[in-house]
């Protein structure tokens, strides 16, 4: 049965069961590094390219039934995928950085809009190890 807005309904209850590939995502990141866990946050929080075939293609694999992201086959690839603009470009670019921290040219701070820059810098206060640091937009 399909919804007045065109979105498709679930038919039976295995279909509605599956679990949300971001909880399957922070479920595999949970006893990770605190960069693994900071950069899937950071992408599932910003829900955009996670859902994109081409991104979830490129990054997110499965072994034996189990959910996960290959960030070395990413970041060698990830600039070369079809349909990401420089600002998606930028975004990719700084979480991979919070995976693997290191030199990261921080210009591309200037593509990104304050949501996504954030969301950066959210990642960023969980790469430091801080559940304290509050960013967002002032009142």
Not at 31 to 55: C, K, N, S, W, Y
């Amino acid at each position: 049965m399909t919804p007045a807005d065109g979105t498709a309904t679930p038919t039976d209850n295995s279909e509605a069961a599956a679990p949300l590939l971001s909880d399957l995502l922070t479920q595999w990141a949970h006893d990770r590094d605190p960069g693994e866990r900071a950069a899937v946050t950071a992408l599932i929080e910003e829900d955009d390219l996670l859902a994109r075939e081409g991104v979830r293609h490129l990054l997110v694999t499965e072994h034996d039934g189990t959910m996960s992201c290959d960030w070395l086959a990413f970041e060698a690839r990830y600039a070369r995928a079809p349909g990401l603009t420089p600002e998606d470009k930028a975004f990719l670019a700084l979480v991979v950085a919070v995976r693997f921290p290191r030199t990261v040219t921080l210009w591309k701070l200037e593509l990104l809009d304050d949501r996504r820059l954030c969301i950066v810098l959210r990642a960023m206060a969980k790469l430091a190890g801080s559940d304290t640091v509050a960013v967002g937009t002032r009142v």
